[in-house]
Nanobody, 119 residues
Framework: QVQLVESGGGLVQAGGSLRLSCAAS????????MGWYRQAPGNQRELVAR???????RYADSVKGRFTISRDTAKNTVNLEMNSLKPEDTSVYYC?????????????WGQGTQVTVSS
């Protein structure tokens, strides 16, 4: 099992910044990719940013140039720096970890942290 604990959400005005952090613990050996997803009420959960163990990153088009994902393998954390926030970024943000288990990929989710951007 992998436990994920997110922190750093909150309320910010449009144009502001927030930094989300996710700390992983438990069976973190062979955790491959980690990432951030978000889900607004009535919407499906969507990818925000993802980073692999080789530091290959992927971003949603809507956040490119504004958000930066980083990973500290030694501390087992993944961070999301969010700048130039917009009201449409308002959502619950979830941390996700993918752990390799033989030929399968196990998925773990954090409990989510609310980000609210006021106009």
């Amino acid at each position: 099992q992998v436990q994920l604990v997110e922190s750093g959400g909150g309320l910010v005005q449009a144009g502001g910044s927030l930094r989300l952090s996710c700390a992983a613990s438990g069976s973190i050996f062979r955790v491959d990719a980690m990432g951030w997803y978000r889900q607004a009420p009535g919407n499906q959960r969507e990818l925000v940013a993802r980073i692999t163990s080789d530091s290959i990153t992927r971003y949603a088009d809507s956040v490119k140039g504004r958000f930066t994902i980083s990973r500290d393998t030694a501390k087992n954390t993944v961070n999301l720096e969010m700048n130039s926030l917009k009201p449409e970024d308002t959502s619950v943000y979830y941390c996700k970890a993918e752990r390799l288990n033989g030929n399968t990929r196990l998925i773990y989710w954090g409990q989510g942290t609310q980000v609210t951007v006021s106009s």
